[in-house]
């Protein structure tokens, strides 16, 4: 069955260091890679995705994705986090159709 | 207009209560989806509708019923819960092809007593 991991569950970080969050996904022929940020109470909001192209992807709030079909991974990077970035983060996967599959989620913590 | 709204914000209801929980989108996406999220877990999701016809349905029980009044509408209909049933209720829109963001409204959060 198609999976998304996220291999940390919990990431601190003091406030302006860099950040990397990890996920890796099932291989499949077509894949469509997505990160979602999610505060507090709230919905889930689109970070960026990868359809196809260049691997680098760059999103909202200064965060960056690469897409490694050999390694099976998406990892998301951030150079300088802000305190305002703390919140949970969720790698995501769609395989031909409509079902996105997400990862567990890693919660980003950024202290003074 | 780029959001996904949702009504009620906050639901508390008895076991024996009915309720609906209540999506509107007007993207013109023709794929809306109801998930289900507890706390500190991704979301789990529950149906998927598709040019208004249910595409998806993740053995749901039978107690949660969703509908698909219209293109822009989705309702989720609620009947004899369970206490476990709390939860954060989040829909998503997205255009209907695969590889399209889903957008997401910013849920219901239901209490079940």
């Known amino acids: 069955a198609q999976s998304v991991t996220q291999l940390d569950s919990q990431v601190p970080v003091f406030e302006e260091a860099p950040v990397e969050l990890r996920c890796n996904y099932s291989?499949?022929?077509?894949?469509?890679l997505f990160w979602y940020v999610q505060y507090p109470n709230q919905g889930l909001q689109l970070l960026l995705k990868?359809?196809?192209?260049?691997?680098l992807v760059k999103g909202i709030n200064g965060f960056e994705a690469e897409f490694n079909k050999s390694q099976t991974s998406f990892h998301l990077r951030k150079p300088s986090v802000h305190i305002s970035d703390t919140a949970e983060y969720f790698c995501a996967a769609s395989y031909n159709n409509n079902d996105m599959r997400f990862g567990a989620g890693t919660r980003l913590t950024v202290k003074p | 207009d780029t959001e996904v709204t949702q009504t009620p914000k906050h639901l508390v209801m008895g076991m024996t209560n009915k309720k609906s929980l209540k999506c509107e989108q007007h993207m013109g996406h023709r794929a809306m989806y109801w998930y289900k999220q507890k706390a500190k877990k991704p979301p789990e999701l529950m149906f998927v509708?598709?040019?208004?016809?249910?595409?998806i349905n993740e053995s749901v029980p039978s107690r949660f019923s969703p509908e698909c009044p219209n293109s822009s509408l989705l309702n989720l209909h609620l009947h004899a819960l369970q206490p476990e049933d709390s939860a954060l209720y989040l829909c998503?829109?997205?255009?209907?092809?695969?590889?399209?963001?889903?957008?997401f409204g910013p849920g219901t959060r239901l209490t079940v007593l």
């Open positions: 998503a829109s997205s255009q209907a092809l695969a590889g399209n963001e889903q957008f």
């Open positions: 509708y598709s040019y208004e016809k249910l595409s």
């Open positions: 990868y359809l196809s192209g260049s691997t």
């Open positions: 291989s499949s022929v077509s894949v469509y």
